[in-house]
């Protein structure tokens, strides 16, 4: 009896220390603003006015306030807004990165639903923040919140992996 008690406080006091040290104050997500203006860098890009589509090439860059988004090639549709189109979807692929100031996700490919809010990375995808390395083949970031979610797929058997560090107490 006198084990099982020992037992239980053991792990009471590591479960109270853990949720005390372990990003209790460090959520995962990330810093958006879905209301900023879309800022592309490339160095080509071609707009099919006929077929509502287009491509960037060559280290594209986008940035939407603090959300940067990069790959070697994007591509786009858009409205059919004659006075202002606008971007309804976006495609990246070969070496798709996506940052803030404290996270980065990468992955293979990435497609960003501006109707939706939400960016699916796809492939190999490898999230990084100042405490945490999580590791799958899907992620949906949601623009709206920040929040993101791995999708683990049911057919191919693959799970979710990650180290989640302690950080460091702050003077309180």
């Given at each position: 009896?006198?084990?099982?008690f020992r037992s239980c406080l053991i792990f009471v006091s590591i479960f109270?220390y853990f949720d005390d040290q372990l990003l209790a104050n460090e959520p995962?997500?990330?810093?958006t603003n879905i209301n900023a203006p879309l800022k592309v860098d490339a ?130």
């Open positions: 009896m006198v084990s099982l109270i995962i997500s990330f810093d160095d080509k890009m071609y707009i099919d006015k006929i077929a509502l589509e287009g491509g960037l090439s060559g280290s594209v860059s986008i940035n939407q306030g603090p959300l940067n988004l990069r790959a070697d090639q994007m591509e786009f549709t858009f409205t059919n807004n004659a006075s202002m189109p606008v971007i309804k979807n976006l495609y990246a692929s070969n070496g798709v990165v996506i940052s803030n100031q404290d996270m980065t996700a990468a992955g293979n490919n990435a497609s960003y639903s501006v109707n939706n809010n939400e960016i699916i990375l796809i492939g190999g995808v490898t999230v990084i923040n100042n405490y945490t390395t999580l590791k799958g083949d899907k992620l949906l970031i949601d623009l709206e919140t920040g929040a993101i979610n791995f999708i683990a797929d049911d057919n191919q058997n693959k799970r979710v992996k990650g180290v989640l560090m302690q950080s460091k107490k702050k003077d309180e």
